[in-house]
């Protein structure tokens, strides 16, 4: 059986989010860590594979019997869905995320915000001279909204409420945890909205799709 399904939503980021971006011809006095950027808009985005790696490195605490040395070490049930590359035992990927682009810059450009982005100063001090070392960190606003796109390749279709599980699992584990750096200082924490999975190319039991749904919804 070949089809492929669609999970479409968005992600709303609740405090402020940095996903790096490079920062290597930086000028004096500019930002130190910018967030990275769409190169055609200017406007933050989320790579896919930043939240591709973060949700299989939070399932991998709650599958793997022991810690994995790699991802390709992961359990069966995590390998068959996000792949490895392991000699001998390759398996592809059956889900795809797109990159994320900004999907309410107008909201909020209409609520006065000038710029999408804020800059964050912060501190570290020497604990024995005293000597504070500041650096500035661009963070994404509250309150900003991406576009997500999911595309999930059936290879079986008795695996596919299992995958889902484990794929809605992975979004709910994400909301109690974080998305890009400095999470354990407030950053990157989001949400899920609008969940919704359609089959966009085969055919599929609708039982089966109404199932993956209902799974989207308890995110």
């Given at each position: 059986m070949y089809a492929k399904i669609q999970i479409t939503g968005y992600i709303e980021v609740v405090t402020g989010m940095h996903i790096g971006g490079s920062s290597a011809f930086s000028a004096i006095g500019a930002v130190d860590s910018p967030v990275i950027k769409d190169v055609r808009t200017n406007s933050?985005?989320?790579?896919?594979s930043s939240l591709k790696g973060k949700m299989r490195t939070l399932l991998a605490k709650v599958y793997n019997e022991e810690i994995a040395k790699n991802p390709d070490g992961d359990c069966e049930r995590l390998t068959r869905l996000f792949g490895s590359a392991k000699k001998g035992a390759v398996k592809n990927s059956r889900i795809i995320l797109s990159d994320m682009m900004m999907a309410n810059e107008k909201e909020l450009?209409?609520?006065?915000?000038?710029?999408?982005?804020?800059?964050?100063?912060e501190n570290t001090i020497n604990r024995l001279t005293a000597v504070a070392n500041p650096r500035q960190i661009e963070r994404v606003v509250r309150g900003?909204?991406?576009?997500?796109?999911?595309?999930?390749?059936?290879?079986?279709?008795?695996?596919?409420e299992e995958d889902f599980e484990v794929l809605a699992q992975g979004m709910k584990l994400l909301q109690y945890d974080y998305l890009g750096g400095h999470g354990s200082r407030g950053y990157g924490k989001v949400r899920f909205h609008g969940l919704k999975a359609d089959t966009v190319i085969g055919r599929l039991d609708a039982e089966v799709l109404e199932h993956c749904n209902e799974l989207l919804e308890g995110v």
């Amino acid at each position: 059986m070949y089809a492929k399904i669609q999970i479409t939503g968005y992600i709303e980021v609740v405090t402020g989010m940095h996903i790096g971006g490079s920062s290597a011809f930086s000028a004096i006095g500019a930002v130190d860590s910018p967030v990275i950027k769409d190169v055609r808009t200017n406007s933050p985005m989320i790579p896919g594979s930043s939240l591709k790696g973060k949700m299989r490195t939070l399932l991998a605490k709650v599958y793997n019997e022991e810690i994995a040395k790699n991802p390709d070490g992961d359990c069966e049930r995590l390998t068959r869905l996000f792949g490895s590359a392991k000699k001998g035992a390759v398996k592809n990927s059956r889900i795809i995320l797109s990159d994320m682009m900004m999907a309410n810059e107008k909201e909020l450009r209409e609520q006065g915000l000038l710029s999408l982005t804020e800059v964050k100063f912060e501190n570290t001090i020497n604990r024995l001279t005293a000597v504070a070392n500041p650096r500035q960190i661009e963070r994404v606003v509250r309150g900003s909204k991406f576009n997500l796109d999911f595309i999930y390749e059936v290879q079986k279709e008795e695996e596919i409420e299992e995958d889902f599980e484990v794929l809605a699992q992975g979004m709910k584990l994400l909301q109690y945890d974080y998305l890009g750096g400095h999470g354990s200082r407030g950053y990157g924490k989001v949400r899920f909205h609008g969940l919704k999975a359609d089959t966009v190319i085969g055919r599929l039991d609708a039982e089966v799709l109404e199932h993956c749904n209902e799974l989207l919804e308890g995110v």
